[in-house]
């Protein structure tokens, strides 16, 4: 009955605070409803990705009826430590917006709302079921400038959906490195080589782990990371991101 009562008071509490300052999506900038919450149900609906084909390992586009078991033209050739990526959208339009406002610190309910998104996808699509979620994390001098690592508030939004613990800081990133975007292929691998560590063995043995970052290009970062968290016994890794870019 408690719940009942509480229930109501927040409905009116939430009505309250949208007469006196009304609530804007965080996406098209539309007024919301009571009853939503930092994005209007048309843009929540437009992030969650149609059933179009996509490749098994990298989640590329790819063209319909392509066996992509082993992987599409543009991952064949690399070594991924982890199983496959999920993700929800492609880096542009919308999503290239929210994901820039998820970066500074008034984004972190954003980048929530967008992992509880993540989270109701990968439910609906994956039979991987996750020990644990842990985050792709950031050095620490990053995280104290920007005040948040957005990927750790992505991460807890999967980890609501998907009712698993969100682990934090397994992975350590030992060595400030430069922004992965500008350079190839080649270089993106030299500036994260041994970025990444964990002294957490004995919560990775055996497990079976979700890597959760926001935005996914050449698949380095996450295949870093993974790589240490196979090293220090893991069983699987999956990768889930929030949107797939595709410059190389
Ligand atoms: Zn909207
Ligand atoms: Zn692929």
């Not at 048309?42 to 996509?54: A, M, T, V, Y």
């Not at 980890?159 to 490195?177: G, Q, Y």
């Not at 041994?194 to 004995?202: E, P």
Request: proline share 3%.
């Amino acid at each position: 009955m408690t719940n009942l009562y509480e229930q109501i008071a927040s409905q009116w509490l939430q009505a309250g605070l949208h007469v006196c300052a009304p609530a804007l999506c965080h996406s098209c900038n539309n007024l919301l409803d009571y009853d939503e919450t930092w994005l209007c149900n048309g843009c929540r609906e437009w992030f969650l990705p149609p059933n179009d084909s996509k490749c098994m390992r990298c989640n590329a586009r790819v063209g319909p009826h392509l066996d992509t078991t082993d992987g599409c033209l543009l991952c064949k050739r690399d070594y991924f430590y982890f199983d496959r990526v999920v993700t929800l959208g492609f880096y542009q339009s919308q999503f290239k917006d929210v994901i820039l406002r998820i970066k500074h610190l008034q984004g972190e309910q954003l980048a929530r709302t967008l992992g509880t998104l993540l989270g109701e996808h990968f439910f609906r699509t994956q039979e991987f079921s996750p020990d644990f979620i842990t985050c792709i994390p950031v050095h620490w001098w990053k995280r104290l400038i920007r005040g948040h690592n957005q990927t750790e508030a992505i991460a807890t939004g999967v980890a609501d959906i998907l009712k698993k613990p969100f682990v934090n800081s397994i992975l350590r990133k030992i060595r400030h490195t430069s922004e992965q975007s500008g350079l190839l292929p080649t270089e993106r691998r030299k500036n994260l080589r041994q970025a990444f560590t964990s002294d957490s063995q004995a919560l990775i043995q055996g497990k079976k782990i979700l890597l959760v970052d926001d935005v996914l290009t050449t698949g380095t970062t996450a295949n870093q990371a993974a790589k240490v968290l196979i090293a220090a016994g893991a069983e699987r890794v999956v990768v889930a991101v929030l949107a797939r870019s595709f410059g190389r």
